[in-house]
Antibody, heavy 118, light 106 residues
């Protein structure tokens, strides 16, 4: 079955750029049935959808992060990526990559990657 | 953004109980309501979409209901593996937003 796996540095210095990749295995990413997205969860807080990307490269970003956020996708290599610039301690969280169907329902989650800004 | 609230923030229950969790949206979200289960240190698991539809593999003791702005998740015959946090989420308007969660404690 389809699986998602996050990867990237666990520690980022303030004001630097954090980057995460999500590798998709078990099926092709070229389907037009899904978006691919990122959800984060600061410790003890609620989940927060950061953004999503379609295979065409079309994106939707959370407005509060839009100026610092970029997402990309490479279906030939079966991964999509997140870059967040000028990070602060408020960006410390567990970041999950997710699969989102066209209606907006999240049906698949990665195991999560903890990123600490310090 | 659409604001999501959940109540209670936590509850205590026993194996075999039936529990009801409530979720409220700040505006009508139609049928664009999902529920997720999360255990400590683990990724969330998708339980229900479109108010009442179970994702594959989710036991039938989970039931979602509601409409408009008020929704409930009912877990019947609570099992040991059901003790976890539960989050609702609206996906009518981007950015899709989550509630603060309800923790179901033993």
């Amino acid at each position: 079955q389809v699986q998602l796996q996050e990867s990237g540095p666990g520690l980022v210095q303030p004001s630097q750029t954090m980057s995460l990749n999500c590798t998709v295995s078990g099926d092709s990413m070229t389907t037009t049935s899904f978006y691919w997205g990122w959800v984060r969860q600061p410790a003890g807080q609620r989940l927060e959808l950061i953004g999503r990307i379609f295979i065409t490269g079309s994106t939707n970003y959370r407005p509060s992060l839009k100026s610092r956020l970029s997402m990309s996708i490479d279906t030939s290599k079966s991964y999509f990526s997140l870059k967040l610039t000028s990070v602060t301690v408020a960006d410390t969280a567990v970041y999950y990559c997710v699969r989102v169907n066209l209606v907006g329902d999240i049906d698949l989650w990665g195991q999560g990657a903890r990123v600490t800004v310090s | 953004d659409i604001q999501m609230t959940q109540s209670p923030s936590s509850l205590s229950a026993s194996v075999g109980d039936r529990v009801t969790l409530t979720c409220r949206a700040s505006q009508d979200i139609g049928y664009y309501l999902a529920w997720f289960q999360q255990k400590p240190g683990k990724a969330p698991k998708s339980l229900i979409f479109a108010i009442s539809n179970l994702h594959p593999g989710v036991p039938s003791r989970f039931r979602g209901s509601g409409s408009g702005t008020d929704f409930t998740l009912t877990i019947s015959n609570l099992q040991p593996e059901d003790f976890a946090s539960y989050y609702c989420q609206q996906y009518q308007n981007f950015p899709f937003t989550f509630g603060p969660g309800t923790r179901v404690n033993l």
